[in-house]
Every structure is written in structure tokens, then in C-alpha cells.
């Protein structure tokens, strides 16, 4: 693979002084006093590191300031002219940074060796972190694309062995970009949840039923919240009435299926 092959994700880092609160530089602005120490210029330098003359001495004088003594010094002029140069103070400064900055490199690769997987766990801190208002999120992967006239059927592997059918159009499917073994998410409200014993033998016309057991029930003023542990660490949670769930018998630990409609999963895919 080369190196415009690679996509996969790598640690880096910058080093950064600061004194007393205030940016005091980086890499760019130590390199500029490297650059003085070695051409004796300070023009030659600000050429060096990509910087205008101006630019140079501004940071110069900021770095001078705000070190409380001279970092860099000008020499008068003689038969060669006159130059630039770094005091002592400034010297024993670069070379610090230099040593910092190596140690951090070495930090920065081990802890980078270290992190195996970080691609993998930067898509799963993406995930956590999005904020959706429906209740019910499932990562998993497309299994099966049954396109028709307007809509498409989108049925996605989820974490457990289970599957979530989901409804969408056709011009959703491609503006998403979905293919059999592209990533998605499926979301579904807690509200668009129907639940049913887990025994009943009758049929449904939604198009998804997980079953599992109650893990969690919070009854409200008219609403209750039911929290249905599944196969495989996974959970799925409904908004239903009071009635409802005195009707159906809802208590930890009995068996029960949540049943919702292709329709009602909302489908979306990483950046």
C-alpha cells in the first residue's frame, strides 16, 4: 500500500510553549530561531522557514518579550555588514525545545503503536457521541438492497444476530451511498415501538419484531418507559401507556417483542 493509499487513522501531536498563559510558540517559531543560530540572518531565516521579514521579527520580539530577555540579538555593522544572532539564553532555548520535541515524537509513536484499532474506535467515538432524539440507535451492516418503483427495502446485520429492516426511497439510498456491506445506523423513536408477548402466534404487519426480555420498566404519570434487554448485549426501548402495560403484564424479566415498521427506521451513514 502507498502512502496516498493509506487512509487509516494515526496519532500526531504538536509541542507548544506557553508562558504565563500567553502562546508563547511552536515547532514554527523555534525553527525560525534555529534558522537565525545557523545563517547569522535573520532575512535568510524568515526564507528558511516560509516566513515574511516582518512576520520574523514580530516573533522575534514577541518571543523577547515575553522571555523577559533577549532570545536574539542584532550585531552592529562592520566590513561584512551587520546580522543576527542568539544570546545564550536563546541557544540553550532551541536546544530544549529540540530535546522536547524528540521525546514527544517518541511518545507519540509508542503511545500510536499502542492504540491498536484506533480507526475502528474513532468510528465508534463517532457514533456515541452523535446526537439524535430517537431513543433506539443500531450500528450494523447492509445485507440486502430490494429496490423498487420509489421505495427501496434496506435490511441491515445488527449487533446480536438480529435484523432491522428499514423502508426508505430510492433517491435516499443513493444520496446515502448504500450498498450491501456499507455501514448505517438505524434509529427508531421509542414512540413508533409496539409491544407484544413474546408467545403470541399472531401476525403482524410490521416489518420488524426483536424479542428479549424486560430489563427495565419506569412507569410515568399516564406513559411508561419499557427497556428490553436482547440477544447479544443489545437493548431496544418503548414509549406505551399505563394500560398497555398492566394489560400485556409487563414486569422484569418476562419475555416480550418489540415490533415496529420498516417505515419508521430512519437510516443514516458516517461522514
Known amino acids: 500500500m502507498t502512502a496516498s493509499e ?31 543560530a545557523a545563517c547569522g540572518s535573520i532575512s535568510q531565516a524568515a526564507k528558511a522557514v ?3 521579514y516582518k512576520a520574523a521579527w514580530d516573533a522575534v520580539d514577541a518571543m523577547n518579550n515575553l522571555a523577559g530577555e533577549a532570545l536574539v540579538e542584532r550585531l552592529a555593522g562592520g566590513k561584512g555588514g551587520g546580522g543576527t544572532r542568539l544570546t545564550g539564553r536563546g541557544q540553550q532555548l532551541v536546544r530544549n525545545f529540540e530535546l522536547v520535541e524528540r521525546e514527544h515524537r517518541r511518545f507519540v509513536e509508542r503511545l500510536g503503536r499502542q492504540a491498536g ?10 457514533r456515541v457521541s452523535m446526537r439524535t432524539s430517537a431513543r433506539n440507535q443500531f450500528y450494523g451492516t ?40 456499507a455501514e448505517a445506523l438505524a434509529l427508531i423513536k421509542a ?11 399472531a401476525r403482524f404487519s410490521a416489518g420488524n419484531r426483536l424479542t428479549g426480555v424486560v430489563s427495565r420498566l419506569q412507569p410515568g404519570a399516564v406513559n411508561a418507559e419499557v427497556v428490553i434487554e436482547l440477544s447479544g448485549g443489545g437493548s431496544v426501548a418503548a414509549i406505551i401507556t399505563n394500560d398497555s402495560s398492566e394489560a400485556l403484564g409487563l414486569a422484569v424479566g418476562e419475555p416480550v417483542s418489540a415490533l415496529f415498521n420498516a417505515s419508521s427506521v430512519i437510516l443514516a451513514v458516517p461522514d
Open 6 to 36: 493509506d487512509k487509516g487513522i494515526a496519532l500526531d501531536g504538536s509541542v507548544w510553549l506557553t508562558v504565563g498563559g500567553e502562546n508563547f510558540g511552536g515547532h514554527a517559531r523555534l525553527a525560525l530561531l534555529a534558522q537565525i
Open 50 to 52: 516560509g516566513m515574511s
Open 117 to 126: 484499532g484506533l480507526d475502528e474506535d474513532y468510528l465508534l467515538m463517532r
Open 142 to 181: 447492509v445485507s440486502s438492497i430490494k429496490q423498487g418503483a420509489v421505495n427501496d427495502e434496506i435490511e441491515l446485520d445488527v449487533a446480536g444476530g438480529h435484523k432491522i429492516v428499514a423502508t426508505i426511497t430510492r433517491a435516499s439510498t443513493q444520496e446515502l451511498g448504500l450498498r450491501v456491506g
Open 191 to 201: 414512540s413508533a415501538i409496539i409491544l407484544a408477548s413474546a408467545d403470541t402466534d
